[in-house]
């Protein structure tokens, strides 16, 4: 029941004492002058609540917050919210209690103590976080990092709740700081007005998968979020694209998914996994019946449906038995991978019928496999360990007769990665390198190595045994690409630093679309339908669902699954960056501003790349957030140095075999462009990150240069000899990175670029990092320079991430792996060493 209430005051009153004070204690009081205040509520004691046991009392409504502190995000005006300032004032009768707010801002990490009246029972909560509370004057520790927090107050005042006697009470509240110069660095306001953080990146929902119907008037979409505790959940939906109205939810919904479209009517089906085993399920929108195709599958491996709607191919894994002795004689240099000894079979089913057979058994797993047109035959691959040429594999692909299991060999070319039908059985349309066919696809001098992750678009004649290239002036890399029956072939490219969808004729003519987004990162378009889907991302604007005809009509976003999470979320600016260096080479970038720029003012800058094969493009948030480090007001300059996709063949090639040679000489001048352009960022106070292959870059940077004042690398590698030993892929990503060099014959490449054998002319200080479990880049490659280094007695930290792979993916290490960093970056950068002290503190 709400009552009437009396606020007595709610005005600006500093107390005497405040002001006037001079010890050291008083010097570093500040009072919070500005909160959201909600409508006080009188509490009334449950039914039996003097029986005993489980007797309830006054002191009993502290444990049972009547609002979701982990996800409240108040705001003046909803749901009894108001503004007040400094002193609050209360009236009531009986028991009542009010919550009040605040949004407090800090420009560094530091530690207060929340300190509240006597005169009520108190809780509080930082960030959703309960903070523990204390002493006749309840105060309890805050660790407030920069940027802003919502700190949330609930008071409880009155003894009596029988009581009919009007109390009033003031309420003031302030922060003891431990040096009174912090509390010139806070800030209180009722207004959230902030920067994005971590949090905001992993949390926010987010559209996971994709399917478009066949006619293409219905998406249904796969959605997740974490919860506050950090718990992943998942839903489906399924929406209109002319407008993305809603029109079937599942909450509750299985995080697998993997949802699919029946060829014919309106029916989907999705999966759903209980102790290993899944379930194949189909809802008819049109009944809302839901039917069971599949039941209690283990090792379920993927599905798809029949064009003609009358059966679906699944695959499921077999495991390979173990060696009883506990030995194992490897088969291959793959067999060193635990489970390259799994197989996968394909199983066809008739719907509605549920009849089985078995479609491939053998030595080789058969992979990406696709129905023809008309669902009369089966396209897929398999695969053979072939070390003695690059890329050290041997692809062929085979076509399926679904009616007497008949097999054709089709294509044998290592350098094809894709292979869908075309109009007819007839017609190919295939990805590969610039190596495939004998290089026809290739726009290089003669001599020159290409970079085999290049992807070149080939269409492919069957009955004459002829690709035609239709990329190889194109200077996008071909992506994913599918024929659409009008004539022409929808593809997802990488051009520079946007991931685009663009439409080619059989002719080789290429048109770019418009999707609405700088970065097109899942998409789907129907064989016969005009509509096409995409999700995806641009540099200061996270995920969308939208939605565009394939003429060309201007894109219209479906949805928007993050909006109410970045409601208060403001960004700086983000401007194209290109640098000429010395030989006349147009080096590519992008500039993040920070948040609360004012060119007055001089900042910090980070400097990340990546240096490998890929660009950095133009996404929101990823696993390295320009717009978080943007938020905490550094500068972000992100290069993209020669080797990157997207530039033209000639560009992406100078990737092999450079390992540091070119791309370390222009991020370095890149960077001295990008300080004489803008004169606000700090060359004095500069860091560099990098991962992967962009964490051996940094590694290989402060061999090379002590511009840097700080210096992260993550899963870098140090000793290019043992990580194209010992890592899983190591070899093979030097089939394309080291092409024909080896330690045997290019020891001034193995040895010469490998900062390990440089480690004393480091003298920038270093934060190596690394997941313990890496299998891609071992953790022996951070272990070795740390080693070294520590030796040498150079500056050093070196964190591992405990479970973790090539990734940070565990959702809590993430943010303690994200919290590193900048950390990292404030101490040395800021010389704040506050907030890795308190995450790293110093053993007794």
């Known amino acids: ?7 007595l005051a709610l005005c600006l009153m500093i107390p005497a004492a405040a002001l006037l004070a001079e010890d050291a ?95 009520c029972l108190a809780g509080a909560w930082l960030d959703g976080v309960s903070v523990s509370l204390s002493g006749d004057e309840p105060e309890g520790e805050l660790k407030l990092r920069r940027g802003t927090g919502l700190l949330l107050v609930r008071v409880i005042v009155g003894e009596d709740p029988d009581s009919l006697e009007t109390r009033s009470v003031n309420l003031t509240a302030e922060l003891v700081l431990d040096d009174e110069n912090d509390g010139k660095n806070l800030s209180f306001s009722a207004a959230e007005t902030r920067a994005v953080d971590i949090r905001d990146i992993l949390d926010a929902p987010k559209v996971s998968s994709l399917a478009l119907s066949p006619d293409g008037s219905l998406v249904a979409l796969t959605l997740g979020a974490y919860g506050p505790d950090g718990a992943p959940g998942a839903w489906l939906e399924i929406r209109d694209t002319d407008k993305g109205g809603l029109v079937r939810t599942w909450r509750g919904a299985p995080e697998d998914g993997n949802v699919r479209w029946l060829p014919h009517g309106r029916a989907v089906s999705y999966t759903s996994s209980h102790e ?17 195709a599949l039941r209690d599958l283990e090792h379920f491996e993927g599905y798809a449906w029949n064009p003609d709607g009358r059966s679906l191919v699944y695959a499921y894994g077999v495991e390979a038995e173990a060696d009883e002795r506990k030995v194992k004689r490897l088969e291959a240099i793959e067999d060193r991978w635990p489970k390259w000894r799994n197989r996968s079979y394909l199983v066809e089913v008739t719907w509605p019928g549920g009849a089985s057979r078995r479609l491939t058994a053998g030595a080789v797993s058969a992979a990406d496999w696709t129905f023809s047109p008309r669902g009369t035959h089966l396209l897929f691959s398999r695969t053979w360990p072939d070390p003695l040429e690059r890329p050290y594999a041997r692809t062929e692909w ?65 009955g004459r045994g002829e690709p035609k290239p239709l990329s190889r002036d194109f200077d996008p890399t071909v992506q994913r690409a599918v024929w659409h029956d009008s004539g022409r072939i929808v593809a997802r490219v990488l051009d520079k630093q946007y991931q685009r969808l663009a439409t080619c004729t059989p002719a080789g003519a290429w048109t770019f679309y418009d999707a609405g987004v700088e970065v097109v990162a899942d998409w789907e378009v129907s064989r016969g339908a005009k509509t096409v889907v995409a999700t995806g991302t641009s540099a200061t604007a996270p995920q969308k669902l939208t939605a565009f005809a394939l003429k060309g009509r201007e894109p219209r976003v479906l949805l928007d699954p ?60 990823g696993r390295y957030p320009k717009n978080v480090w943007a938020g905490q007001d550094y500068f972000v300059y992100v290069p993209n140095p020669s080797g990157a996709l997207g530039y033209g063949q000639a560009f992406a090639a100078r990737h092999v075999n450079d390992w540091g040679r070119l791309t370390a000489g222009e991020v370095i001048e890149g960077t001295r462009a990008f300080l004489a352009a803008h004169p606000a960022a700090d060359g004095e106070r500069l860091g560099c990150i990098g991962a992967s292959y962009g964490g051996f870059l940094t590694m290989y940077l402060i061999t090379r240069t002590d511009m840097f004042a700080a210096a992260v690398a993550h899963a870098g590698i140090s000793s ?34 490998s900062p390990l054998f440089s480690a004393d002319l480091i003298s920038t200080p270093l934060l190596l990092l690394h997941g313990s479990d890496d299998t891609n880049v071992p953790r022996g490659e951070s272990d070795g320079l740390y080693i070294a280094l520590k030796m040498l007695g150079k500056e050093v930290e070196y964190v591992q991430v405990e479970g973790q792979d090539h990734h940070i993916l565990d959702h809590d290490r993430r943010i303690t792996w994200n919290d590193t960093i900048l950390a990292w970056f404030a101490r040395e950068l800021r010389d704040r060493p506050g907030w890795w002290d308190d995450l790293y503190p110093a053993a007794e």
């Not at 009768?93 to 530091?110: C, H, K, M, N, P």
């Not at 401007?575 to 007055?600: H, I, N, Q, W």
């Not at 899983?728 to 010469?752: E, I, K, Q």
Request: hydrophobic letters at 40%.
């Open 25 to 119: 204690e008083e010097k570093s009081t500040v009072p919070i002058d500005e909160w959201l205040v909600k409508e006080t509520v009188r509490l009334v004691l449950p039914a039996f609540h003097d029986e005993k046991p489980g007797a309830f009392d006054r002191d009993d409504f502290l444990d049972a917050p009547s609002l979701d502190t982990a996800r409240l995000r108040p705001h003046a005006g909803d749901d009894g919210w108001t503004v007040g300032h400094m002193s609050v004032g209360v009236g009531c009768q009986g028991v009542a209690e009010t919550w009040l707010a605040t949004y407090i801002t800090s420009d560094r990490f530091l530690k207060a103590k929340l300190r509240l009246p006597a005169t």
């Open 1 to 7: 029941m709400r009552f009437a209430v009396a606020v």
């Open 562 to 621: 993050g909006a109410d999470r970045y409601a208060d979320v403001t960004f700086g600016r983000v401007e194209p960056f290109v640098a000429k260096l010395a030989d006349g080479m147009e080096l590519d970038g992008r500039v993040y501003y920070p948040r609360d720029y004012d060119p007055a003012l001089k900042y910090p800058a980070i400097v990340y790349y990546y240096g490998g094969t890929y660009p950095i493009t133009r996404d929101f948030g």
């Open 398 to 462: 085979f076509e399926l007769d679904l009616g007497d299991l008949s097999v054709e060999t089709v294509l044998t070319d290592r350098w094809i990665g894709q292979a869908a039908y075309g109009a007819d059985r007839g017609t190919l349309v295939l990805v590969g390198s610039p190596s495939a066919f004998g290089g026809i696809g290739r726009d290089l001098p003669e001599g020159v190595v290409p970079n085999d992750y290049g992807g070149q678009l080939f269409l492919y004649d069957r």
């Open 276 to 292: 290993k085993k899944t379930t194949l399920w189909i809802y008819d929108l049109e009944t809302e019946r839901v039917r069971a």
């Open 720 to 753: 290019i000899s043992s990580y194209w030993a010992e890592g899983y892929w190591g070899y093979a990503y030097g089939a394309r990175a080291l092409a024909g060099a080896f330690p045997w014959t290019d020891p001034d490449l193995y040895v010469g670029q």
